[in-house]
């Protein structure tokens, strides 16, 4: 009787966002998939993500989960704590930010087996090309199903590669990082192991994300990629990019592409090649990119204008402060004018951008924060289609600025389920104050609703909120209270 194949079970945590997976289509597509199954389960998209994990992993050569900082930690935690419980000799891998910026404390964890660090294609591949070496796949007859025994503890040999931490005698052991390889060398992405059109659903719009490059060379001391990355970046052909997104397009019929990629716009040479392959081939969709207010300043009027004719529709631009030397503490490498000359260009070529800005930095001024409104304003006037959105630092870990914060007496969780708790977009910091957060959140009201698109139904709230916005007058927020009562309650899921 012939043998079944091995199958690798790939786990996305939930989390309130619907982008696709791609880390995970990533390393599922760069394993051997003629010898190997791969089944990808997404959290957001289960019922009982618990149930349909558990129920997979039946025979599964291992489990590889893709896990982020915060609420996601949560559901990763339970997710292998039930595997482990239920298939109690599973090796269970996790990759991605948190693992990648904390391997040996995911590894205090008793259910992770092995994290990957860093970019996984390539080390995720060796772990399991070893692992499935490592089992004997003899076919149940009684069951008709595959029954997978290992031989090999969870701590021994088949985890240890570069760019990997493990245990050994029960220690966490970090091995030695793996070079940012080339993603060209790497297999298409295939989409075919996920259901696109749920995201489409769930997005509302056909929106396909894409990613076309790994990787970031600058050294933003808020950021966790030069830690991740040391600073690397690697980019897929242009030609290649034409060839695999006509090819998803005639598949799926997408209006939108979304780009994934840290800084999109790194090379001018390769953009202009990336326009070219969207016109010679005609593909009639948009996209959205993220764009370094250097690079659009840099970036030639001629390549914007052919960037807009290709369908660029969107860039994001992370700002970060209004403050000149806030941004040259943070070592943001670029200028106010910069951001902007690119949002003039934008403008001009009608193309639209979401500004994102910080404030509450450790030791940051109060001058800074009026700076930084001022540059909210001064953009969002340009534009109706330029929207600013304002975060409070939170000092992620793994970060220059994570250093500074804990040399001031900052705490950081001490166990996963702290970090799970962990919300880096949404709290602010202990360096913002009451009053602070006061304004900036009844600013963030005032400044959405002064430069929003036309409407006589939104006529008397755009002209107070403009009135305000000019006059920086926003105490007693009335307008703010009616909206938010009048507004119906969020959907108890």
Known sequence: MARMRPKVVLYNP?????????????????????????????????????????????DALCLGMSVLTGSPLRDALQVARAVKTARPRLPIVWGGWHPSLFPKECLAEPVVDAAVVGQGERTFAEMVERLAQEVRLPLDSARGTLSVSRRVKPDSAPYDVPGSATRRGGVPVLHPPRALEDINHFPAHDYSLIPVERYFALKGRRQLDYISSQGCRFRCAFCADPNVYSRGWVGLEPRRIGDELESLWRRYR??????????????????????????????PVRWTATMRADQGFRLEESLFAKARRAGLSRVMIGVESGSQAMLDWMKKDMKIDHVMTAAERCARHDIGVIFNFIVGFPDEPAASFAQTLALVKRLRAMRPDFETQIFYFRPYPGTQLADYARARGYQFPATLEAWADFDYVGRRGPWVSEDQWRLVERFKFYSRHAWSGRGLA????????????????????????????????????
């Open 254 to 283: 997408f209006d939108e592409v979304s780009f994934q990629d840290e800084t999109f716009f790194t090379q001018a040479s390769r953009v202009d090649a990336i326009c070219d392959e969207f016109l010679s081939r005609r593909l």
């Open 14 to 58: 939930s989390a309130v966002f619907y982008t696709m997976p791609l880390a995970l289509v990533a390393v599922g597509s760069a394993l051997d998939r003629s010898g190997i199954d791969v089944d990808v389960i997404d959290g957001r998209l289960e019922s009982d993500p618990v149930g349909r994990v558990v129920a997979a992993s039946e």
């Open 458 to 493: 939104r006529w008397p709230l755009r002209a107070a909120a403009r009135w305000r916005c000019r006059r920086d007058q926003y105490a007693f927020p009335i307008e703010k209270q009616i909206v938010e009562w009048l507004r119906p309650p969020e959907p108890v899921s």
